[in-house]
C-alpha cells in the first residue's frame, strides 16, 4: 500500500511539473510599408497560420480594433515619440493607457513596451525611461490590469561591455546608471526584460571571426565552451551574455523575453533567401529548448517581423519580412509546434 501510495504520489508531481508548451513564437507586425495588407486581413493570416501571438510597435488604433476578439496575444508599443508624455505625469500615463488599453477590451494585451531601443547615452529620451515605466504600470493598476499586462521596456545588446565568454557577460559601466533602476523596476513587479538579439549583425559585422553555420544554427558541434556549458549557436551565447549581465546588475531572478530576432533576405552582406530560412527555422525549432544557462525553459521569441516592409531605411531593412506583402510565406515556418518542458513558475 505504501508503495503504491509512492508511486502514485510520483505521478501526481511528475503531471504538476511536466507539461506541454507552445514554441511560444510571435512575429513583429510593422506597417512602414506602402502596399501592405490591412490589419483585418493581418489577423486572418495570423489565424490561418497559427500565429498566437503579435508585436506592434504603437498604439495603431486599426490595427487593435482588428485584433479585438482573436485571442492573439500582443505586446504592444508605447513608442518612443510618447515617453514625454506618459513620463510626465501619472494622469498623462493614464490617459493613455485609457485610450490605447482599456478601451479595447477584446485584446489579449501581454505585455507594454515602453521604448524601444533606447540608447543610454541619450539625453532627451533616456531619462524618460523609467518614469515613464512607472507610470505606465500605475495606469494598469489604476484600470485592474496589473494581473494581466507586464509593463517593461525594449533594450537592444549593444549595452553589453563583456561578451565574452558568456559567463562573464557585463553592462558597460557607463550604461549602469540607466539600466539598473529598470532591472529594479522589473524585478519588483515581476516582469521580463525584453531583447532585441540579432547574430545576423554580429555575423555581418565580423564573418572572420563568426562562422555563418554559428549564426544559423547549424555548427555540426559545440563552438564555445564555458566551463560545463557548450555553445552551438550564436544565439544562445548572445542570450547567456545578458543573463550574465543582469545577475550581476542585481537582475538574477528576471526572465528575458526576444522581443525581435530576424535574418534579412536581401539587400547586405549573408543576407540571402537561403541563409534568411534556414535562421528562421532554426529559431523557431529552438526556441523551446532554452539555453546553456537555462536548459530547458523555452524562450517567447518575435520574429521580425511579418512583412517586408519597403518604406524603411537603409535597404537591408526593407527585407526581414517572413511573409511578402501579398501574404505569400517566404519560409515554411511551424508557428505552433508543441514541445514537452518544466514549468518554472
Known sequence: ?????????????????????????GVCYGLLGNNLPSPTEVVSLCNSRNIRRMRIYDPNQSVLQALSGSNIELMFGVPNSD??????????????VRRNVANFPGVKFRYIAVGNEVKPDDGTLAPLVHPALTNVQE?????????????????DTTMIGVDFPPSQGA????????????????VAINAPLLVNVYPYFSYAGNPSAISLAYATFTSPGVVVQDGANGYQNLFDAMLDVMYSALEKA????????????????????????????TYYTN?????????????GRAIETYLFSMFDENNKEPQIEKNFGVFYPNQQAKYNLNFNSVQKGFETS
Request: neutral net charge; charged residues 20%; hydrophobic residues 40%.
Open 139 to 155: 495606469a494598469i493598476a489604476f484600470y485592474g490590469l496589473k494581473d494581466q499586462i507586464k509593463v517593461s521596456t525594449s533594450v
Open 250 to 277: 542585481g537582475g538574477a531572478s528576471l526572465e528575458i523575453v526576444i522581443s525581435e530576432t530576424g535574418w534579412p533576405s536581401d539587400g547586405g552582406f549573408g543576407a540571402t533567401l537561403d541563409n534568411a530560412r
Open 171 to 186: 553592462f558597460r559601466d557607463n550604461v549602469r546608471s540607466y539600466i539598473d533602476p529598470i532591472i529594479g523596476f522589473l
Open 83 to 96: 515617453l514625454q508624455y506618459v513620463a510626465s505625469s501619472r494622469d498623462n500615463a493614464r490617459d493613455w
Open 1 to 25: 500500500m505504501s508503495s503504491m501510495a509512492s508511486l502514485l504520489l510520483l505521478l501526481v508531481l511528475l503531471c504538476v511539473c511536466i507539461h506541454t508548451t507552445e514554441s511560444q513564437i
Open 283 to 295: 529559431m523557431v525549432s529552438h526556441a523551446p529548448r532554452g539555453t546553456p544557462k537555462r536548459p
